[in-house]
Nanobody, 123 residues
Framework: QVQLVESGGGLVQAGGSLRLSCAAS??????MGWFRQAPGEEREFVAA????????YYGDFVKGRFTISRDNAKHTLYLQMNSLKPEDTAVYHC??????????????????WGQGTQVTVSS
């Protein structure tokens, strides 16, 4: 099993940047992803990355604004978010799945989830 704890959320003005982190403990050889959920909305795929870090996979709305990365030595997943928009406001969750070499965009395809960190973008 793996335990996931997100951090780095907060309030930022439109056009600003935030870097989210997700610290993993326990077994950590997973593929990992970021999802977000706004009030009244379904959980939305943001990005995913394999254990080795090759060929990250992004949701259609990202359009080059976000970058997912991981530092396996530190057991930490990151999401660098630039050019933030008010519509990016949501709770951002990290998630883990097996096998570690396969990424996926469906929330149901992930086995473990963090509690989330709130991102609020003001206009």
């Amino acid at each position: 099993q793996v335990q996931l704890v997100e951090s780095g959320g907060g309030l930022v003005q439109a056009g600003g940047s935030l870097r989210l982190s997700c610290a993993a403990s326990g077994r950590t050889s997973y593929a990992m992803g970021w999802f977000r959920q706004a009030p009244g909305e379904e959980r939305e795929f943001v990005a995913a990355i394999r254990w080795g870090g090759a060929s990250p996979y992004y949701g259609d709305f990202v359009k080059g604004r976000f970058t997912i990365s991981r530092d396996n030595a530190k057991h930490t997943l990151y999401l660098q978010m630039n050019s933030l928009k008010p519509e990016d406001t949501a709770v951002y969750h990290c998630a883990a799945r097996t096998p570690c070499t396969v990424v996926a965009r469906g929330p149901h395809e992930y086995e473990y989830w963090g509690q989330g960190t709130q991102v609020t973008v003001s206009s």
